[in-house]
Each structure stands twice: as structure tokens, then as C-alpha cells.
């Protein structure tokens, strides 16, 4: 079993930055693909990024790219969203998930993680 929390949310101007994190419990972590999700209110679950185990490949949602990045430390069983440029339109709960069983694939799935946090807000002001 893996437990996930978010840190790092909360309200920043547009132009802003956020650093969220997501600390994972369980030894197996490092072979997880990570992902962060999102959703807004009255809005479907979405992808933001997500990673492989070794980070070699990662995937991001067209409206995030160029600005937010994903990373992780394996030794700290940690990923990471860093968030740059905000916009309004990134307002929404953000979730960080697991995948335990893809290796060199990343999926954009909901369904296709098997665990998730709780979420932490991220709101933008204009």
C-alpha cells in the first residue's frame, strides 16, 4: 500500500509561482510512474504531468507545457510540480497519484492509477 500527501498549495496572483510536492510512504515508490492531476469545479479530472521511475520520460498537458515541470527524488520518495507563469485558468484541487503498474509508459488515465492524495488547492488570482 502507498500513501500519498500534497503539500504546497494555496493563493498566489497571476504570473505567480507554486512548488507543490507529494510525499509518498512504501519502499516500492521508486518504481511507481507519478503523476499530478487536477480539477476544477465542475470539471472532469485531468492530467498535468507525469513521470516515469527514472524521469527519462515524462508527459504534460498542452496548456501546462513551458510552464510547470515534474520531477522527483526517489531517495526522499518525493515528486515535485513546479509551477510557474500561473494562470486563473489553473485554479483547481491538484492530486498527485501512482501508477504501479507501468514501467516505461506514462498513461493520462484517472483509471490507470491506483492511488492517490487527498489534493491541495492551487487558486490563481487574476
Known amino acids: 500500500q502507498v500513501q500519498l500527501v500534497e503539500s504546497g498549495g494555496g493563493l498566489v496572483q497571476a504570473g505567480g509561482s507554486l512548488r507543490l510536492s507529494c510525499a509518498a510512504s512504501g519502499r516500492t515508490f521508486s518504481s511507481y510512474v507519478m503523476g499530478w492531476f487536477r480539477q476544477a469545479p465542475g470539471k472532469e479530472r485531468e492530467i498535468v504531468a507525469a513521470l516515469t521511475w527514472s524521469g527519462s520520460k515524462t508527459r504534460y498537458t498542452d496548456s501546462v507545457k513551458g510552464r510547470f515541470t515534474i520531477s522527483r527524488d526517489n531517495a526522499k520518495n518525493t515528486v515535485y510540480l513546479q509551477m510557474n507563469s500561473l494562470k486563473p485558468e489553473d485554479t483547481a484541487v491538484y492530486y498527485c497519484?501512482?501508477?504501479?503498474?507501468?514501467?516505461?509508459?506514462?498513461?493520462?488515465?484517472?483509471?490507470?492509477?491506483?492511488?492517490w492524495g487527498q489534493g491541495t488547492q492551487v487558486t490563481v488570482s487574476s
Open positions: 497519484a501512482a501508477d504501479r503498474r507501468r514501467i516505461v509508459t506514462v498513461s493520462t488515465t484517472p483509471g490507470d492509477y491506483d492511488y
